[in-house]
């Protein structure tokens, strides 16, 4: 099954930058938003610790997740 997944991104954001590369290993296609370029993000989906990782419209991370619950999010 296909899922949406965006990722919430801020500039030099460190940790933004480890879940990119974790869903890169992974093969899980995945969009990755600037929230200070597309505020509306943050309206819909407020987190306070970036990265946010959103799947099929509902926030499901805020951090680094652990691969393992990510998996069975998308699975």
């Known amino acids: 099954m296909n899922h949406k997944i965006e990722i919430l991104t801020t500039p030099l954001c460190g940790n ?33 610790t970036a990265p946010g990782v959103v799947i099929d419209d509902k926030l499901e991370f805020t951090g680094i997740p652990k691969k393992q619950e990510l998996l069975k999010k998308i699975s």
């Open 16 to 48: 933004c930058k480890v879940v990119e590369t974790m869903m890169d290993e992974m093969n899980i296609p995945c969009e990755v938003i600037d929230v200070t370029e597309k505020p509306e993000y943050l309206e819909k989906h407020p987190i306070f």
